[in-house]
């Protein structure tokens, strides 16, 4: 038997089908760092190991006698947050402007940004944040924050934005 020349191996077929689980971890929380629209740069919120979206609508209760007896629930108003922990990793850009944003009441432009480099995005408040430090484990942080307003639907990333994921900021693109 042969070994496989490198260009053969970068040659391997891929699978088709665009079905594929989206990986957890390759889903990053970025923060809006300056600037406003197309130029706004955002910053990687550091040590990340999970940040849920979570929308919500209220239920409102659309019964009446026409009903046969059983409850009729309505959306009502709706919500999102996000709940955010990671490592305390000193010197973070993205957890340095969460906690400002949480000491004085500032809103934070958050940005979800997939593998693909598609993403979600909106504003929010930071109405907790936490340091844990553990005299036996890992310091961490988890803050919460709660939309003002509606998050973006997914949005397909721009062909100039760059979907690496180890990149320290973004461009906002669309949305």
Known sequence: ?????????QNLPENPDPNIAEAGKDVLLYLGKSGAGEEEE????????NSTIEMTAGSLDGSHKGTGGWTTAIPGMKSWKSSFD??????????QIME??????????????YQDG??????????EFTRDN??????????????????????AAAEEESADPEEETVDSGEG
């Open 100 to 113: 400002h944003c949480f000491r004085y009441g500032r809103q934070a432009h958050a940005k979800f940004v």
């Open 118 to 127: 598609s993403f979600q995005d909106g504003w929010a408040h930071v109405t």
């Open 1 to 9: 038997m042969s070994r496989l020349t490198a260009e053969e191996l």
């Open 86 to 95: 990671g490592l305390q990793i000193m010197g973070d850009e993205g957890a």
């Open 134 to 155: 553990p005299h036996d484990g890992i310091a961490t942080v988890k803050a919460t924050l709660e939309g003002v307003g509606a998050i973006s639907e997914i949005t």
């Open 42 to 49: 955002f910053a990687l919120v550091g040590g990340q190991r």
